[in-house]
């Protein structure tokens, strides 16, 4: 099972930009699903956004157009452009590996705040 370690969360004002990154402890194949949720007090665990190797990517409705996910080699990233207060939460990155059962990261807590 791969480790994962989350980088680049933070303070910023609504309207501002962050990019949270999420490295993997050794080299990775055969990613099956890789991905990040969010977690917000008093909110139920929302998947954000999600990757499948050799498919388009999918984005939750609350994060569409704002967000986008990509990876380069060992590394899945999160662009958040346009944040908002809402979008202040824990978030946690994941990998579905063949074989393997799923690597979470710890959390990076992103808040949008003036």
């Known amino acids: 099972q791969v480790q994962l370690m989350e980088s680049g969360g933070g303070l910023v004002e609504p309207g501002g930009s962050l990019r949270l990154s999420c490295v993997a402890s050794?080299?990775?194949?055969?990613?099956?699903?890789s991905g990040w949720y969010r977690q917000a007090p008093g909110k139920q665990r929302e998947r954000v956004a999600a990757l499948t190797y050799g498919t388009a990517p999918n984005y939750a409705a609350s994060v569409q157009g704002r967000f986008t996910i990509s990876s380069d080699k060992d590394t899945l990233y999160l662009q958040m452009d346009n944040l908002q207060p809402e979008d202040t939460a824990v978030y946690y990155c994941?990998?579905?590996?063949?074989?393997?059962?799923?690597?979470w990261g710890q959390g990076a807590q992103v808040t949008v705040s003036s």
């Open positions: 994941y990998a579905q590996i063949w074989n393997e059962n799923a690597s």
């Open positions: 050794r080299s990775v194949r055969n990613v099956m699903l």
